[in-house]
């Protein structure tokens, strides 16, 4: 069974920088396009940021040009740089497929950016 662990969150200040990772076992991980999500509080969880198998990237409007995402086959991690970060990316942050593995999310990093 597919099993995705994140760690990496904390809590840092406006403008600061922080890096996510996700390893995933049980999976074909080198075959799998892999994304990171997010969930603030009171809100639904939304996709930030995607990649291929051949490591072509997406990402959502909002953080474009902050945030890159990443990957290692060789250790089935897909990581998460976030540059310049502002109060309102504070959210517990998931890796998991794109789309989702049928599989319960992982218990996710709490990333919490103050102003």
């Known amino acids: 069974q597919v099993q995705l662990v994140e760690s990496g969150g904390g809590l840092v200040q406006a403008g600061g920088s922080l890096r996510l990772s996700c390893v995933v076992s049980?999976?074909?991980?080198?075959?799998?396009?892999m994304g990171w999500y997010r969930q603030a509080p009171g809100k639904q969880r939304e996709l930030v940021a995607t990649?291929?198998?051949?490591?072509?990237?997406t990402y959502t409007d909002s953080v474009k040009g902050r945030f890159t995402i990443s990957r290692d086959n060789a250790k089935n991690t897909v990581s998460l740089l976030m540059n310049s970060l502002k109060p309102e990316d504070t959210a517990v942050y998931y890796c998991?497929?794109?789309?989702?593995?049928?599989?319960?999310w992982g218990k996710g990093a709490l990333v919490t950016v103050s102003s």
């Open positions: 998991n497929g794109d789309p989702p593995f049928m599989i319960p």
């Open positions: 049980g999976s074909d991980f080198r075959r799998d396009t």
């Open positions: 990649i291929t198998s051949g490591r072509s990237t």
